[in-house]
């Protein structure tokens, strides 16, 4: 079942769009479920709503796959502000360096991330049978960027993460740095990829800094969190088809163990 709800926030001081997927028993049974919060939400569920007409199509994988828990699908704002919210800082020198452009966006990932910490989680651990101390987060490109800083900041709460062709490079210095000093010894499993074709074939530049970038932050984060996995996926590219192919591979690793 997939259930629109749209939630009022007072730290981003608009009301959010929010898509709640639960089980086909959900309801049925006494029973509690581990909770999943994804990025771009639209994009999570259903062509229909997808942006571009193409989805993760996660429904039909999970229907398909029995997994037992609940995802919660937060739809993005559109254009440059979906930038400043996915990313906690403004774009640095790695970015502007890799990608030849000198402007800057970016700055409100801490307050999306709060919305998400204070209001969102509540909400759903109060209106859901939820485990409130088995919740995950996970993301696409900014997604991932800021599916990371989440599990960096707050390890006791997201204690699992994906981050699927993660944007890295656009917090690249300041989410080193977090992940250096970040305890994550709460986390119990962390996944990352990204394609050799990114940014398109004619683009080896921007596609070599984008492995580069993901690589560096793998590295960092890896001997705290285990077990980790880091994926380069030859001839993956930047956009939903290839990203739903992905699904099988992060989804199951993700929430392997969950019962």
């Given at each position: 079942m997939l259930k629109v709800?749209?939630?009022?926030?007072?730290c981003l001081n608009d009301s959010r769009r929010v898509r709640v997927y639960t089980p086909d028993d959900y309801g049925e049974i006494e029973k509690s479920y581990p909770v999943v919060y994804m990025h771009d939400g639209q994009n999570v569920f259903r062509d229909q709503s997808a942006i571009g007409g193409i989805s993760l199509n996660l429904e039909h994988f999970l229907d398909r796959n029995k997994n037992e828990v609940i995802v919660?699908?937060?739809d993005s704002k559109p254009g440059e502000q979906r930038k400043v919210e996915y990313c906690p800082w403004e774009n640095g020198d790695y970015s502007r360096n890799m990608m030849k452009d000198e402007s800057r966006?970016?700055?409100?990932?801490?307050?999306?991330?709060?919305?998400?910490v204070q209001e969102l989680k509540p909400y759903i651990d109060k209106n859901y049978h939820t485990r409130p101390d088995q919740s995950a987060m996970a993301g696409i490109s900014l997604g991932g960027l800021i599916s990371t800083y989440a599990m960096c900041k707050y390890p006791n709460l997201f204690k699992r993460a994906a981050a699927i062709s993660s944007a890295f490079f656009r917090n690249q210095e300041e989410m080193e740095q977090l992940a250096?000093?970040?305890?994550?010894?709460?986390v119990e499993r962390f996944y990352v990829d990204c394609g050799t074709l990114e940014a398109g074939s004619d683009e080896e530049t921007i596609n070599q800094g984008f492995i580069e970038s993901n690589q560096r932050m793998f590295d960092i984060v890896k001997p705290k969190i285990e077990p980790s996995k880091f994926k380069i996926i030859e001839g993956g590219e930047h956009n939903y088809t290839h990203f739903r192919r992905r699904v099988p591979e992060f989804f199951p690793f993700l929430i392997e163990g969950w019962k």
């Open positions: 709800l749209s939630i009022n926030s007072m919660v699908g937060i966006i970016g700055g409100g990932g801490k307050q999306y991330i709060e919305f998400v250096h000093r970040a305890d994550l010894s709460p």
